[in-house]
């Protein structure tokens, strides 16, 4: 509900208007519900912007589309592509402080790390690109899921157990399990990938 209100209230508001709009009308809610304050204005800060690149509005797409005299729809669908990883960033600030510093310098390396490739997982599932592998776009029903299965264990891999989310499992086994997770989606999509994209050059 806090990042629908943020993307609504910064759609047509420069970033620094909207921020403190928002940390007037809506961090303090935030704050009394027991979250870090730092992490709320971080939070409402991100979500306020992303109207900047999010169709019908994607104020910084079409204005990079008038200067490419490109068009500006398919602009801005293709920034909100792009960009698609910085939807879930402003969540991380919120559900794992100690990437903020907000916290011991090991918990704060240990979180930073679970995050950064949680977050590089994900947005290799989106992207269908990963770093230090290649591309993962096999085609059909099995590349999908393989994707899928990458944006789970990322997710997995990066998701803190905190009181905000107790879901009763141990940080450990969620690890473990996204490790799995995003290891059998990468085979699944990277299977066979390197001879569709060599089938496809011969053919052309």
Do not use: C
């Not at 589309?65 to 592509?81: D, K």
């Not at 490739?117 to 999908?144: E, H, M, N, P």
């Not at 905190?162 to 009763?168: L, M, R, S």
């Amino acid at each position: 509900m806090g990042a629908f209100s943020s993307f609504l209230l910064g759609i047509g508001m420069t970033v620094t208007a909207a921020y403190v709009f928002l940390a007037i009308v809506l961090a303090p809610a935030l704050i009394q519900g027991g979250l870090e304050p730092l992490s709320v204005h971080l939070f409402i800060l991100y979500w306020g912007m992303l109207s900047f690149i999010t169709p019908p509005v994607a104020l910084g797409a079409f204005a990079a589309a008038s200067i490419a005299g490109s068009s500006a729809l398919a602009t801005g669908f293709t920034a909100m592509r792009l960009g698609s990883i910085i939807y879930f960033i402003p969540f991380f600030f919120v559900l794992e402080p100690a990437i903020i510093l907000s916290g011991t310098w090991l918990e704060t390396l240990f979180a930073t790390a679970k995050v950064a490739i949680g977050i590089v997982l994900i947005a290799a599932a989106l992207q269908t690109y990963l770093i230090g592998i290649g591309f993962i776009d096999r085609k059909g029903l099995i590349g999908v899921v393989g994707r899928i299965l990458i944006a789970i264990g990322g997710g997995l891999i990066a998701l803190p157990v905190t009181d905000v989310i107790d879901i009763g499992v141990s940080q450990l086994v969620m690890i473990i399990g996204g490790v799995v997770f995003a290891i059998s989606g990468i085979l699944m999509s990277r299977a066979n990938s390197s001879q569709e994209r060599s089938s496809s050059l011969i053919n052309f």
